[in-house]
């Protein structure tokens, strides 16, 4: 990062200051703006981040108005079509693709790791049946650091590369087991025999009553769903991971209190909440009506899977969602599905209408997401559960690279405060 450019800032009745302009590889040139409060007793004013970065990072990067989604530079498109997940999230931890050798050790090391302490499985049972399996998984994805914690030395990088392996290796069958119990069937253990996520599919909708063997074409659109949540830069649930990780808590708490994030249906959570909608909706000649309930002010009612903080253009994840959504019900002879056919309509009269085009509001990832899982047979509460397990490996490479940047400090925002004046507490009997 180059610093000789300098932004001033002027302020009346006082001296400007200078602050160097940060030149990004990809992306926004950065003021670098660490010692405003120093030199000036100022702090700037930005709540949703709007134009502030909060980190420097080197594993995703973002290009809104191009549609541009890149993992350690790779393209999402290439990723998605060259790479299934497991080497995606070689790449994301490591930094470069794994050759076959490091493709095999890898796999094999994650294999290894796939069951939970049957102690854990027990953990379950103090669940309501009925509970949302992310409220399951932020219990039971925290719970593991009750689990690895004396074991665990995290400033040693062989031991943060040992807990990064063993919770991507065991999150699909946390996420499995939480649908299991909400189903009352039997816990399926891990078949090491499968790759990882046809072992995922086997966890879930296998029983001990039949041999279930994992349809490849499904396989293969499930770990494309993994490889497309993987990572994407820093959102909410990835900053509240680095946040949450910035004081040097045990990375399985940090993880849960992302998945926590994620649950909110303005971020993970809307693929649950489009489905809902798109049932809501029922009908292709009701679409209408719900374009101006979106466009009305006076109505809370969003399109849920539209819209995005960064893209401003397409998000590419969307359109390769779209894909596999056609292929996933192509093989399952759902090609005339309703809610997909009600999904393209919404999506077609959307993009025609003035309101999204001026706003750029485009279907995001979440918008097919919903329709391919339910073909799947995903459950709808489900859905975030899944987007979780895959974000897990984008979080921990996130987590992995806070702790070793050299200029890694403990998460501390200021704020501006409108509260009440300084004031003394009077007696009780004078209240
Ligand atoms: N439907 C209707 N109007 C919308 C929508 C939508 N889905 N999204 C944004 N708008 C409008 C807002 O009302 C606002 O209008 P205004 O300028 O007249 O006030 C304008 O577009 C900008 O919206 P903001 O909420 O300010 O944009 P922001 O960048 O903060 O929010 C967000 C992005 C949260 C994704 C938003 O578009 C949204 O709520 N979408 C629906 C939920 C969703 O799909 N979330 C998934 C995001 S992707 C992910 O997390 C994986």
Redesign the pocket.
Known sequence: MASERKATLIIEGREPVDFDILSPVHGNDCIDIRTLAAKTGLFTYDS?FMSTASCQSKITFIDGDKGELLYRGYPIEQLAEKCNFLEVAYLLKTGELPNPKQKVEFETIIKKHTMIHEQMARFYQGFRRDAHPMAVMVGVVGALSAFYHEAEDFSDAEHRSISFNRIIAKLPTIVAFAYKYSMGEPFMYPRNDLDYTANFMYMMFGTPCEKYEPNPVLVHALDTIFTLHAD?EQ?ASTSTVRLAGSSGANPYACISAGIGCLWG????G?NE??LKMLEQIGDVSRVPEFIKR??D?NDPF????????VYKNFDPRAKLMQKVCSNVLEELGLENDRLFKLAKELERIALEDEYFVE?K?YP???YYSGIVQKALGIPTTMFTCIFALARTVGWMAQWEEMITDSEYKIGRPRQLYVGTPRRDVRALAER
Do not use: E
């Open positions: 949703g994407h959102n249906p303005a971020h993970g809307a909440a489009c979106a466009k002010k969003r399109l849920m899977g539209f819209g995005h903080r706003k509001l995001n990832v979440d």
